[in-house]
């Protein structure tokens, strides 16, 4: 773990346009480091602090201010200063470290709400009326907040960490929690030499997650106003891609574009827009796919490296919230019975799964079961509860997290018919005509080349053998709009097959029988709006297939 330590002051334009960088790194990053905003405090007289800068004079003051967001390229009113007669930033430092007791995401939120209106709204943030109704605005309770703000405890906080300040506003410390040492990157407002300097600070290779979806960064700082600099800085794209792709989205009514009287143009997320799903055009305007011609070979190590990252996450630490259900609700929500309560909870908190297979009653007792996709464990844990003792049970994962986690939660349940193997769906590590029904949930959408994992489902299966597959199929191919985006495969989206050429495959790889009988609007109980959205676009949903591989084969 890494901390990224920010001295800031809500008032300071060199805090403001830290922003961008800060965003990337969270973008990318995630829980690998920690970004801790501390509170250096500008000045308690703002006239003796325009004194000591020699920018007494009005115009001098402004031009200041517009020289030093031209480097940053977050823009701010040139006036704001001298429009908010504010007097002290003080009020607005104590104010955060009164946020901060209240959780470090709302606090976050706080500041750079603080930051929108000074600098933007040219607001005089420093009352303790105002500082509440920021506070209320963003999620605060305004009663503690005004208590906090209030008590000696929280001046005590800012004091010290203001004495504590040992760098310019511009800089940002990178230190390694472990051992303590770090770096600091000082009058840089690009991400690339502060990438650098957290990976040397890190002494180890640390995982990149790629950010693509520009909507849902959107929906994710909702109140928040996002300008060209941050949106290019976050997805790695031109001023000019930003400007076309926000005009697209802007448009279409899921952005609101936001006009300030100093010149500078940002947009916010639409929350109220009742626009139900997106134009194809909308989506690629919101998707940054990889523009780099990709070898199947190089396709499916980045896909791979995608779906093993997310639930190694899932598997980790199942109550973080993620684009689809999880857990005991998503076991309700797709139609699970009360068998489940059989099953350890370690195995149901990271249940993933996208329907009911089950629903195509292909496993009887004494039955040799294999499920791809094994996860945590609950799938195989109730296929064995169907086998019983005379049957046996073969999970098959590729992410070594979820591998442990089963095989402890087996352990617990104390099944002795189940074992779980580590392979994909397109090598499976089993002999020709071995199993009587193969199980998968929410799991070939991951596979790349899919048409051979039927044939490999297919070699393993008996004579007579069932399948019963639960996926997320859609009526129209979202790689073709979007691109190759492995976040979107790994989220069950991205590498979804059209429905038609899926059924193909299947009966291609020799189960002519092959139909559904369920279907389920899976993405409907997604916490995302953004998500909802995407999935109606291109028809996404989650189906049960049953079939079986005929006799004499």
């Known amino acids: 773990m890494v901390d990224v330590i920010h001295f800031a002051d809500p008032w300071c334009w060199w805090s403001w346009g830290l922003e961008p960088v800060l965003s990337r790194l969270k973008e990318v990053h995630g829980d690998q480091i920690n970004v801790v905003y501390r509170m250096g405090g500008i000045t308690d007289d703002v006239s003796e602090w325009r004194r000591e800068y020699d920018v007494v004079g009005d115009e001098a003051l402004k031009a200041w201010v517009k020289e030093s967001t031209s480097m940053t390229g977050m823009p701010a009113d040139s006036g704001y200063y001298l429009k908010s007669g504010v007097k002290s930033t003080?009020?607005?430092?104590?104010?955060?470290?009164?946020?901060?007791?209240?959780?470090?995401?709302?606090?976050?939120?706080?500041?750079?709400?603080?930051?929108?209106?000074?600098?933007?709204?040219?607001?005089?943030?420093?009352?303790?009326?105002?500082?509440?109704?920021?506070?209320?605005?963003?999620?605060?309770?305004?009663?503690?907040?005004?208590?906090?703000?209030?008590?000696?405890?929280?001046?005590s906080l800012f004091e010290h960490e203001k004495a504590e300040m040992d760098v310019s506003f511009l800089t940002l410390k990178y230190i390694n929690r472990r051992t303590g040492k770090g770096v600091a990157v000082s009058n840089t407002f690009e991400s690339g030499e502060h990438q650098s300097a957290l990976e040397k600070t890190a002494g180890v290779t640390l995982e990149r997650r790629v950010p693509v979806d520009i909507l849902e960064y959107f929906e994710r700082h909702q109140g928040a106003t996002i300008f060209p600099k941050e949106l290019s800085e976050v997805f790695g794209i031109s001023d000019y891609d930003v400007e076309g792709r926000m005009k697209i989205l802007s448009t279409g009514g899921l952005l609101e574009r936001r006009e300030f009287p100093f010149g500078a143009v940002g947009w916010r997320y639409s929350a109220k827009t009742s626009k139900s799903k997106m134009s194809v055009e909308e989506a690629k305007a919101s998707h940054v796919g990889s523009s780099k011609e990709e070898s199947q070979s190089e396709m499916n190590e980045v896909i791979t490296k995608a779906v093993k990252?997310?639930?190694?996450?899932?598997?980790?630490?199942?109550?973080?919230?993620?684009?689809?259900?999880?857990?005991?609700?998503?076991?309700?929500?797709?139609?699970?019975?009360?068998?489940?309560?059989?099953?350890?909870?370690?195995?149901?908190?990271?249940?993933?799964?996208?329907?009911?297979?089950?629903?195509?009653?292909?496993?009887?007792?004494?039955?040799?079961?294999?499920?791809?996709?094994?996860?945590?464990?609950?799938?195989?844990?109730?296929?064995?509860?169907?086998?019983?003792?005379?049957?046996?049970?073969?999970?098959?994962?590729?992410?070594?997290?979820?591998?442990?986690?089963?095989?402890?939660?087996?352990?617990?349940?104390?099944?002795?018919?189940?074992?779980?193997?580590?392979?994909?769906?397109?090598?499976?590590?089993?002999?020709?005509?071995?199993?009587?029904?193969?199980?998968?949930n929410g799991v070939l959408n991951l596979v790349p080349d899919k048409a051979k994992a039927f044939r490999e489902i297919y070699r393993v299966l008996r004579p007579g053998g069932k399948i019963q597959i639960s996926d997320i199929v859609v009526q129209s191919n979202v790689q073709k709009v979007c691109g190759l985006i492995p976040q979107l495969w790994a989220d069950c989206i991205g590498g979804a097959a059209v429905e038609s050429e899926y059924m193909k495959s299947i009966k291609e790889a020799g189960f002519g029988d092959a139909k559904v009988i369920k279907r389920l609007d899976y993405f409907a109980s997604s916490p995302s709006e953004n998500t909802k959205r995407l999935t109606k676009t291109f028809g996404a949903e989650s189906v049960v297939i049953a079939g079986s591989k005929p006799r004499g084969k």
């Open 309 to 440: 990252g997310l639930y190694t996450q899932v598997a980790n630490d199942p109550r973080k919230g993620y684009h689809f259900p999880l857990g005991r609700e998503a076991l309700k929500f797709v139609g699970y019975s009360k068998e489940i309560e059989k099953i350890p909870e370690t195995a149901l908190e990271s249940f993933a799964g996208v329907g009911y297979p089950h629903a195509a009653d292909a496993i009887k007792a004494g039955d040799t079961v294999l499920d791809i996709g094994s996860g945590s464990g609950t799938d195989v844990l109730f296929s064995s509860l169907r086998t019983g003792p005379k049957g046996k049970v073969f999970g098959l994962d590729i992410t070594d997290a979820m591998i442990e986690k089963a095989r402890a939660n087996i352990e617990k349940m104390g099944a002795k018919n189940v074992k779980i193997l580590k392979g994909d769906a397109t090598e499976i590590p089993l002999d020709d005509a071995s199993v009587d029904v193969v199980t998968s």
């Open 90 to 155: 003080w009020p607005a430092c104590v104010a955060f470290k009164a946020a901060q007791l209240q959780g470090e995401e709302v606090a976050e939120r706080f500041l750079r709400r603080l930051m929108e209106v000074i600098a933007l709204d040219s607001k005089n943030a420093s009352t303790e009326d105002y500082l509440v109704g920021v506070g209320k605005e963003v999620g605060l309770d305004p009663e503690r907040l005004r208590r906090d703000i209030r008590s000696d405890k929280t001046r």
